[in-house]
């Protein structure tokens, strides 16, 4: 039996291409080496709680038409990502607004608020800045920096932040209201009934195989479709011919607490002190504002990858960039498999950006203009 297109991941990159290709008739067969359809959005439940297996995912985006494609499969609830800072004990909100402000320093006004940043952004004499630090305290000052920012990212990425390049931190999101919404995102919610139910229905009608490593048995995979699209990570298809790339990876202690109504009353709390061993704790039964009589947290601990571990965070400092690119010359040149996803294209994808990824790489394969 052969097939139009093999398709190497069953997560969301995965999951859409095939969808669209299926949609355009064709012949498609969907493999993920996982015995899990969905990749790391996958959920599972517990106890009747929806559990995000590999960390929170949270919907969002400005793009229409990418809310509508979600919409048509399962239906979004209202949920707002509006996570809370404990930082030795002491509660803030994030991301930082009026009333993070009032909260570190006890000033109620936006005035007030500005004219503390710009006194400590002047104090730091920072003018053009080299590095993630430098880069955080000429945006925000020392204060927030050094309780908010240093410890969690120091933990999150295993570098100093004065290893760390600047642009991670450019998007710090800032704000002089009292609005704790972390995105500026108009869409924004969690599927009700979990990631897992999206994918599924997805996927309705394509052939999936879970549990099926395509690498282990490449020339058998690749003699029964005439085009692959590869989602892994791009160096392991080469088999590490330059080098390995460097992800962050995440290891999580997941607990059910029966007879625990509610653990910490929200989602998401950072604990960004550099003591704490985890970066955060996540309740999962708050994404979908669950009243079961038990909960389920999950501490997550950041840790640098090694063969074996999933990769979640490329490191997109200079080193692993140019890496990067002798890869993709050589993913460039092949002729039957593209190259497409976060672990393919080395590169941080928010969902929505998957999907309008993925899109386009459609588009290219059947000459259509399905991202219009």
Known sequence: MTYDYLIIGAGLFGSVTSYCLF?????CLLIDKRPHIGGNVYTESINGINV?????????????????????????????????ANYKGKLYNLPFNMNTFYQMWGVTTPEEAAERIEKQRKESGIVNPKNLEE???SLIG????????????EKQWGRKATELPAFIIKRLPVRFTFDNNYFNDKYQGIPIGGYTALIEKMLEGVEVRLGTDYLGDKSYFDSIADKV????????????????LEYRTVRFETE???GVANFQGNAVV????????????????????????????SREYSAE?????????????????????RYKELADAQDKVVFGGRLAEYKYYDMHQVIESAWKQVDKLLHTSYNE
Do not use: M
């Not at 949609?23 to 012949?27: A, D, E, V, W």
């Open 52 to 84: 995000h297996k590999y960390g929170a995912h949270i919907f969002h985006t400005s793009n229409r038409r990418v809310w509508d494609f979600v919409n048509s499969f399962v239906e979004f609830n209202r949920y707002t990502n509006s996570p809370v």
């Open 142 to 153: 020392k204060d927030i920096y050094y309780t908010l920012i240093k410890g969690y990212t």
């Open 256 to 258: 059910l607490l029966e």
């Open 270 to 297: 950072n604990y960004t002190d550099a003591d704490t061993p985890y970066t955060r704790i996540i309740e999962h039964k708050h994404f979908e504002f669950g009243q079961q009589p038990d909960t389920v947290i």
């Open 305 to 325: 990858w090694k063969p074996g571990d999933e990769p979640y965070y490329p490191v997109n400092d200079e080193r692993n960039s140019t890496l990067y690119r």
């Open 23 to 27: 949609r355009s008739g064709k012949k």
């Open 135 to 137: 880069q955080a305290i």
């Open 229 to 244: 699209i590869y989602t892994g990570e791009i160096d392991r298809y080469f088999d590490y011919c330059f080098g390995h």
